[in-house]
């Protein structure tokens, strides 16, 4: 079993940076990829950044390229978002999924709200 954690969520001022955590612990061996999901009140899950390619590219939505970086630390089994120069739409929940071997694992997400 897998257990994924994010954190780092929070409240900020537009044009203000944070930075998510995914920390993934349990039955791993290494992580395959992963990836950084929003959803924001009355819209669906959204893509907003992951590693492919067997996790050695990376994609990002329109919307946040430049501005975001997905980045991850084998050892720690950790992956991380940092966002910069936040905005309104940048409001959300944030996800974070990791795959181990072929399956997904999902957080439980974290709150990102950022005041304009």
């Known amino acids: 079993q897998v257990h994924v954690v994010e954190s780092g969520g929070g409240l900020v001022q537009a044009g203000e940076s944070l930075r998510l955590s995914c920390a993934a612990s349990?039955?791993?061996?290494?992580?395959?990829?992963a990836g950084w999901y929003r959803q924001a009140p009355g819209r669906e899950r959204e893509l907003v950044a992951e590693?492919?390619?067997?996790?050695?590219?990376?994609v990002y939505v329109e919307s946040v390229k430049g501005r975001f970086t997905i980045s991850r630390d084998n050892a720690l089994n950790t992956v991380y978002l940092q966002m910069n120069n936040l905005k309104a739409e940048d409001t959300a929940v944030y996800y974070c999924?990791?795959?181990?071997?072929?399956?997904?694992?999902w957080g439980q997400g974290t709150q990102v709200t950022v005041s304009s």
């Open positions: 999924r990791v795959r181990v071997v072929t399956t997904n694992y």
């Open positions: 349990g039955n791993i061996f290494r992580i395959n990829d």
């Open positions: 590693f492919t390619s067997g996790g050695v590219e990376t």
